[in-house]
């Protein structure tokens, strides 16, 4: 078992913007295409376009939406911009993200905030040094809330969870390893569940129709003695998404697919919060133009967004580790 630290800094920016937020979209893509929709549809904000290498697949994006332009460069769209969201290949995210923060841009970058804990720790010093909000798209945790699962007040004592299906048709997000695709996300709830931060992990893996790992599975000891198990896998042969939280007064089982609860705590636990929050990601895109005009803290943090990052670095390489040794 590795020991390591990935403390997650609470510091954070509430900015002081005037008006709608000028925006634009670096990425053309599925997830780019999302935010463009909710962001142009926002009373806080005026939708500017987006940017891709792909100009032509940029210019579909914005006829589709039927507001904004397309953009050549980074720096064309920077400039007319007060705001970028990070859509594009993992890969590019933090290397994207430093240049916004560098033209003096708040930022939301999709997860992973980057691939290394260190690039995404100084992503979050960085925007906290120019005084700008920095969010990462980890808009899952906001389900939980919704759930009620961070206000039980009572820490697990252990979390099992799977996130595994079929290889993507279209080869999306395999730029990176299964850990920074799918694991990401349940390295940041469990982390936010225990409210600690890891002390140790295993991990081990195995790669199936690309050169990086489609399977993982993951060991984490938290601080005060909380224990998760992770499966995440891209090479599965049917989708399963469940999680088991065992607390000192009881478990409570998550089917996300069938959206239906056992819950044997005094927790009350909603199974179905779509009256509640019957849009995440919109949710979350709001709570990033909050934070801009300072009419609410940021919700999702660079802080949190680099420990989820420092997490998966850690048990991808344990998990290559095994991988090599075998």
Not at 109 to 132: C, F, H, I
Not at 206 to 231: N, P, W, Y
Request: charged share 20%.
């Amino acid at each position: 078992m590795k020991v390591i630290e990935t403390s997650a800094r609470t510091a954070t920016v509430v900015g002081r913007h005037q008006g709608p937020v000028r925006l634009g979209v670096i990425g053309a893509g599925v997830f780019g295409g999302y935010h463009s929709q909710k962001f142009a549809a926002s009373h806080a904000a005026e939708f500017v376009g987006v940017c891709d290498l792909n100009a032509e697949a940029a210019a579909r994006q914005v006829a589709r939406i039927g507001r904004g332009a397309a953009f050549h460069s980074f720096e064309a769209i920077a400039e007319a911009s007060d705001a970028l969201v990070i859509a594009t290949p993992a890969s590019s995210h933090a290397l994207l993200a430093r240049k916004a923060l560098e033209a003096g841009l708040h930022v939301l970058v999709e997860k992973p905030l980057a691939l290394t804990g260190v690039e995404a720790r100084a992503l979050a010093r960085l925007a906290l040094e120019r005084d700008l909000v920095l969010s990462v798209g980890h808009q899952e945790r906001l389900v939980f809330e919704a759930m009620g699962l961070l206000a039980t007040g009572e820490r697990p004592r252990r979390i099992e969870a799977v996130r595994m299906g079929p290889a993507s048709p279209e080869g999306r997000c395999e730029d990176v390893s299964v850990v920074f695709d799918l694991m990401i996300h349940d390295l940041d709830l469990t982390a936010e569940l225990f409210g600690g931060d890891v002390r140790g992990v295993d991990g081990s893996g195995h790669s199936a129709h690309t050169r990086l790992l489609d399977h993982a599975s993951a060991e984490l000891m938290f601080a005060g003695g909380g224990h998760a198990r992770l499966t995440a896998s891209r090479c599965a042969p049917r989708r399963e998404r469940w999680m088991r939280i065992e607390y000192a007064s009881g478990v409570v089982e998550i089917d996300f697919l069938t959206r239906s609860v056992r819950n044997t705590t005094p927790f009350d636990i909603r199974a179905d919060v779509s009256a509640i929050l019957p849009d995440p990601l919109a949710a979350a895109d709001e709570a990033f133009l909050a934070a801009i005009q300072g009419r609410a803290a940021p919700v999702i943090t660079g802080g949190v967004g680099a420990r989820a990052a420092a997490m998966a670095e850690i048990v991808e390489a344990c998990a290559l580790q095994v991988t090599v040794a075998a």
